[in-house]
């Protein structure tokens, strides 16, 4: 059964700090791991798609990598805002299976003006 | 059924028809989620319902795309006019809806939407 780990569990940092959120699973065999955001009260919002081939995805100030072999993802922030506070939630998509989702226990980050 | 249920599995549809997918989440949760998964893709979410609260439907992705939630259990997400870039796996997923982001998604098995 896959088991997806955020650690940490909050963070609350100052503006403009860089940081980084963990991911960890622990059944490598994946199709691809996604990280999301979600805000109080509201759906889920993609950030970046890792594919299985793949080592790291960029979009703007964030940064995802996949080591599949360590089982591991990391999402980097860089100069982090206020706007930045949501709670971060990785997935990973299991190898042959659309409904295959195991969705990581999340990170709420706060980030301080 | 105990599980998240989703009609029709398959659905094979004309460009330009519109189209219907049905979903029955786990009896006694109040969040349920509508997400698509196009081909090599991953997911892409698209409405959440929680409640009796107004929906979230900040991830739809035009105007033609639009979902009900009756009497807070079944969910019926339709898409008009549908284009070729419509076709994708509708997944829908329940939840307890406790408040707290973390609570366990179930997720049905799908419907698998062919726009021809």
């Known amino acids: 059964k896959q088991e997806v780990t955020q650690i940490p569990a909050a963070l609350s940092v100052p503006e403009g700090e860089n940081l980084v959120l963990n991911c960890s699973f622990t059944?490598?065999?994946?199709?691809?791991l996604q990280w999301f955001r979600q805000d109080p009260g509201k759906g889920l919002t993609s950030l970046l798609l890792?594919?299985?081939?793949?080592r790291e995805q960029t979009s703007g100030r964030l940064n995802a990598s996949l080591d599949k072999s360590s089982g591991r993802s990391t999402l980097y922030i860089a100069a982090s805002q206020p706007g930045d506070s949501a709670t971060y939630l990785c997935?990973?998509?299991?190898?042959?299976?659309?409904?295959?989702?195991?969705f990581g226990t999340g990170t709420k980050l706060q980030v301080i003006p | 059924g105990a599980g998240v249920s989703q009609s029709p599995s398959n659905k094979v549809t004309e460009k330009g028809k519109d189209v219907e997918l049905r979903c029955d989440p786990i009896s006694g949760h109040t969040a349920l989620y509508w997400y698509r998964q196009s081909l090599g893709q991953g997911l892409e979410f698209l409405i959440y319902?929680?409640?009796?609260?107004?929906?979230?439907k900040s991830g739809l992705p035009s105007d033609r795309f639009s979902a009900e939630r009756t009497g807070g259990s079944v969910s019926t997400l339709t898409i008009q006019r549908t284009q070729q870039e419509d076709s994708a796996v509708y997944l829908c997923?329940?939840?307890?809806?406790?408040?707290?982001?973390?609570?366990?998604?179930?997720f049905g098995p799908g419907t698998r939407l062919t726009v021809l």
């Open positions: 997935a990973v998509i299991k190898s042959g299976g659309y409904q295959k989702v195991t």
């Open positions: 997923a329940s939840s307890l809806g406790r408040g707290r982001v973390t609570d366990t998604q179930y």
């Open positions: 890792i594919q299985s081939s793949q």
């Open positions: 059944d490598s065999a994946i199709y691809n």
């Open positions: 319902f929680q409640g009796n609260s107004a929906p979230d």
